[in-house]
């Protein structure tokens, strides 16, 4: 069975930084589409970042210059590394997936279980 794993996330100070990575547990046939999305309380989810199946990295208007997805497609893990933290970058963090379980499947989009990002001091 694919699953998306999570890890990273937490409570950090304004200014400061986390890491949050991703992988595919399971057996693939491709993968296209790696990316993050996030969604704060009362608001809608948002994607934040991703890489295409052509490795081109795409960004969210607020998280550029502050955010980097890095990912290694055969290895079938990705991470974002988020630096210069702002309270409002406060959400739940979920990394997603573009990707066909077999030769003989169409695209699917898969989700991974979460992770909370809290900025506060």
């Known amino acids: 069975q694919v699953r998306l794993v999570e890890s990273g996330g937490g409570l950090v100070q304004p200014g400061g930084s986390l890491r949050l990575s991703c992988e595919v547990s399971g057996f693939i046939f491709s993968l296209h589409d790696m990316g993050w999305y996030r969604q704060a309380p009362g608001k809608q989810r948002e994607r934040v970042t991703f890489?295409?199946?052509?490795?081109?990295?795409n960004y969210a208007e607020s998280v550029k210059g502050r955010f980097t997805i890095s990912g290694d497609r055969g290895k079938k893990v990705w991470d974002l590394q988020m630096n210069s933290l702002k309270p409002e970058d406060t959400a739940v963090y979920y990394c997603y997936a573009q990707l066909r379980t077999s030769a003989l499947s169409t695209m699917s989009t898969y989700w991974g279980q979460g992770t909370q990002v809290t900025v506060s001091s």
């Open positions: 890489i295409n199946s052509g490795d081109i990295t």
